[in-house]
């Protein structure tokens, strides 16, 4: 059972660039969560999938933001024009529903920095 | 909206002893879930141990266990026999009971624990 996967791990990008990052869940998980993390804080929801569907978006998601996640499996975020305020950890997390607590797992995230 | 408040920043531990880490909640909801979630410093969040609001039993998962009161909105995190590998930051977390309020955690700022050898 392999966990939660993100790729990169580490982006360096220069103000104004677009980046994306890629998240592929624990297999026959149906959820997927992406989290916002800037140092010494605790994660921030950005917004959630169940299979395909994006179910849930935070105000913290401005249009700049995308998220997308073709055919229930892997997602993918999307962030265009970038601003050093975007700089932060982004994390991952899956889970499977029909299980009363609905836990979720995280990945080792991707660490974002915007020159 | 719910808040997650953890009020000590830092903590430090000897080895072999215990500490217990605070966590204090808002919520008007009555079916809900919390969790300790570990994140050492590789970043990689573990989670620790969770508790179902519905359960007046604590939660406890080998060397860590938790004091869950309810109607103070306290969930504290007891660590037993500390050990080097228990150092990380703690983080505590709230998630709705109610499919309609989605699966969005609510995290606390987090506490750094020490242990010293």
């Given at each position: 059972d392999t966990g939660v996967s993100q790729?990169?791990?580490?982006?360096?990008?220069?103000?104004?660039?677009n980046v994306t990052f890629r998240c592929d869940p624990i297999s026959e998980h149906n959820r997927l969560y992406w989290y916002r993390q800037t140092l010494g804080q605790g994660p921030e929801f950005l917004t959630y999938f169940q299979n395909e569907a994006q179910l849930e978006k935070s105000r913290l998601l401005s249009d700049r933001f995308s998220a997308e996640r073709p055919k229930g499996s892997f997602s993918t975020l999307e962030i265009q024009r970038t601003e050093q305020g975007d700089s932060a950890?982004?994390?991952?997390?899956?889970?499977?529903?029909?299980?009363?607590?609905?836990?979720?797992?995280?990945g080792p995230g991707t660490r974002l920095?915007?020159? | 909206a719910q808040t997650v408040t953890q009020s000590q920043p830092e903590m430090s531990v000897q080895e072999a002893e215990t500490v217990t880490l605070s966590c204090t909640y808002d919520t008007s909801e009555s079916d809900y879930y919390l969790f300790w979630y570990k994140q050492p410093p590789s970043r990689q969040m573990i989670l620790v141990i969770r508790q179902e609001a519905y359960k007046q039993q604590n939660a406890t998962e080998n060397r860590f266990s938790v004091n869950f009161q309810k109607a103070a909105k306290s969930f504290s995190l007891k660590i037993s026999d500390s050990q080097l590998g228990d150092a990380a930051m703690y983080f505590c977390a709230y998630r709705s009971g109610r499919e309609t309020s989605?699966?969005?955690?609510?995290?606390?700022?987090g506490t750094q624990l020490t242990v010293n050898p």
């Amino acid at each position: 059972d392999t966990g939660v996967s993100q790729d990169p791990r580490h982006k360096i990008t220069k103000r104004g660039q677009n980046v994306t990052f890629r998240c592929d869940p624990i297999s026959e998980h149906n959820r997927l969560y992406w989290y916002r993390q800037t140092l010494g804080q605790g994660p921030e929801f950005l917004t959630y999938f169940q299979n395909e569907a994006q179910l849930e978006k935070s105000r913290l998601l401005s249009d700049r933001f995308s998220a997308e996640r073709p055919k229930g499996s892997f997602s993918t975020l999307e962030i265009q024009r970038t601003e050093q305020g975007d700089s932060a950890m982004y994390l991952c997390a899956s889970s499977l529903t029909g299980l009363r607590t609905d836990t979720q797992y995280f990945g080792p995230g991707t660490r974002l920095t915007v020159l | 909206a719910q808040t997650v408040t953890q009020s000590q920043p830092e903590m430090s531990v000897q080895e072999a002893e215990t500490v217990t880490l605070s966590c204090t909640y808002d919520t008007s909801e009555s079916d809900y879930y919390l969790f300790w979630y570990k994140q050492p410093p590789s970043r990689q969040m573990i989670l620790v141990i969770r508790q179902e609001a519905y359960k007046q039993q604590n939660a406890t998962e080998n060397r860590f266990s938790v004091n869950f009161q309810k109607a103070a909105k306290s969930f504290s995190l007891k660590i037993s026999d500390s050990q080097l590998g228990d150092a990380a930051m703690y983080f505590c977390a709230y998630r709705s009971g109610r499919e309609t309020s989605g699966s969005r955690l609510t995290f606390g700022e987090g506490t750094q624990l020490t242990v010293n050898p």
